[in-house]
């Protein structure tokens, strides 16, 4: 009886460990490309305020944390840093013009963390 209960005991420690490791309680993503867990590793990583995570289906993402309403700033300054000027917000979509273009960034709160964006791929030209 002892031995099932220390082989139940080991089993169900594993089975911590690797859940907690895979990061399932997180919510799912908007993209295919990248798990959770890399998502994360990238913006822990990194000292960089704002990281490109993926390039998924004409659309280039990013993730931010979440720190005292940074997050809008880090994506305003990214943008405004490849001369995009920033005209409004409405909802969660961003308003950017580069002369006679303009340029919607979404975003999306992943957790209470992190902020998920999403650019047209062709932004930076």
Same mark, same amino acid.
């Given at each position: 009886m =002892? /031995?099932?209960?220390?082989?139940?005991g $080991?089993l169900? $420690?594993?089975?911590?460990? %690797?859940? $907690? +490791?895979? /990061?399932?309680?997180?919510?799912?993503?908007?993209?295919?490309? %990248?798990? @959770? @867990?890399? $998502? !994360?590793?990238? !913006?822990n990583?990194?000292s960089?305020d704002?990281?490109k995570?993926?390039?998924? *289906?004409?659309?280039?993402?990013?993730?931010t944390?979440?720190?005292?309403? /940074?997050?809008?700033e880090? !994506?305003k300054?990214?943008? *405004?840093?490849?001369?995009?000027?920033?005209?409004?917000?409405?909802?969660?979509?961003?308003?950017?013009? /580069?002369g +006679?273009?303009?340029?919607?960034a979404?975003?999306?709160m992943?957790?209470?963390?992190?902020?998920?964006v =999403?650019?047209? =791929? +062709?932004? =930076?030209e």
């Open positions: =002892k /031995k099932w209960l220390i082989i139940i $080991v169900i $420690v594993i089975l911590g460990i %690797v859940a $907690v +490791d895979s /990061k399932f309680y997180y919510p799912t993503l908007p993209i295919e490309s %990248v798990s @959770k @867990k890399e $998502v !994360l590793e990238s !913006l990583d990194t960089q704002i990281v995570i993926a390039e998924e *289906n004409g659309y280039e993402w990013y993730i944390p979440e720190k005292q309403g /940074k997050a809008h880090n !994506l300054n990214m943008i *405004n840093s490849n001369g995009w000027q920033f005209q409004q917000q409405e909802g969660s979509g961003y308003f950017f013009e /580069k +006679d273009n303009t340029l919607i979404t975003t999306q992943w957790t209470g963390n992190y902020v998920i =999403k650019i047209p =791929k +062709d932004w =930076k």
